[in-house]
């Protein structure tokens, strides 16, 4: 069986490395624009203007985030695990292009750098595969209903702004070490490994407006029923200017008008 790679793309669509080699040798000279702490069992939102990136901050060890990203100017456009998923893979790396459903198809947020250096041979990544948990999904999980999760936390960080779970779909975990099994499907967690500092960095491909929630699940060791286990850290976010504008994104190719289907001739 011959098997195709999905993430290849035309290349008027391919990420141009050199560009954000750019951003990331500027870093010296970025200047901070917004700097908070997010206390555990909470969310918040912000806003990461275009050319700006942003940083989840590990402040004081291992901590999951759960991180949700729509355009600012037009809420309905959103990530997408699953077209990220198809295009750049689900592993967030550097480089890795956070994108937009249909109709918009395009980048959103680049990931430009990540404090973590995994062991050699760890198979184990930040991802978006399981995208957020919920008072729903801990119950049905470990039996006990009415607890905190991330979809109360993203909520809390966007209701500000005038949106409503209706405008709250997919996000991306970081700092989550997620393992999909290759044979079964499922996937497992593993402790996070950050230290406190490590970060995950994102350049901003236009106005964005974002939400951080600090997972219950802690540094994904425990289940969110064993509170005196599980430590549940505060995170940090920063946001700064680069001085650099981000590269238009290629216009949509207008799609080609429909040929005919000649029906088979009878005989």
């Not at 793309?9 to 901070?32: G, N």
């Not at 991180?67 to 600012?72: E, R």
């Not at 599980?230 to 040929?259: S, W």
């Amino acid at each position: 069986m011959v098997a195709r790679d999905l993430t290849q793309m035309q290349p008027r669509y391919a990420l141009d490395a050199a560009f954000y080699d750019r951003v990331r040798a500027a870093k010296p000279s970025y200047t901070m624009a917004e700097s908070f702490v997010i206390p555990p069992y909470s969310g918040r939102g912000f806003i990461a203007k275009k050319g700006q990136t942003f940083r989840v901050v590990e402040e004081t060890g291992p901590q999951i985030a759960d991180v949700a990203i729509w355009n600012a100017d037009d809420v309905r456009e959103q990530f997408s695990a699953m077209r990220t998923w198809l295009l750049d893979g689900w592993i967030i790396r550097k480089n890795s292009r956070m994108w937009s459903e249909l109709p918009w198809l395009r980048p959103m947020a680049t990931c430009i750098d990540d404090t973590v250096v995994a062991p050699a041979g760890c198979d184990y990544h930040h991802h978006f595969v399981g995208t957020h948990c919920g008072p729903e999904t801990v119950e049905k999980r470990f039996g006990i209903p009415g607890l905190n999760g991330c979809r109360v936390n993203l909520l809390q960080g966007i209701e500000p702004f005038g949106l409503t779970e209706d405008d709250l779909r997919e996000n991306i975990n970081l700092h989550e070490l997620n393992r999909m099994d290759p044979v079964t499907g499922r996937r497992a967690i593993a402790r996070g490994d950050a230290k406190t500092g490590d970060y995950v960095e994102f350049y901003a491909e236009m106005d964005l407006l974002v939400s951080v929630s600090v997972c219950p699940f802690g540094d994904g060791s425990h289940n969110p029923t064993m509170w005196r286990e599980n430590v549940v850290r505060p995170l940090r976010v920063e946001v700064y200017e680069t001085g650099i504008q981000p590269k238009a994104f290629p216009a949509r190719m207008e799609p080609r008008a429909a040929e005919p289907n000649p029906r088979p001739a009878r005989r």
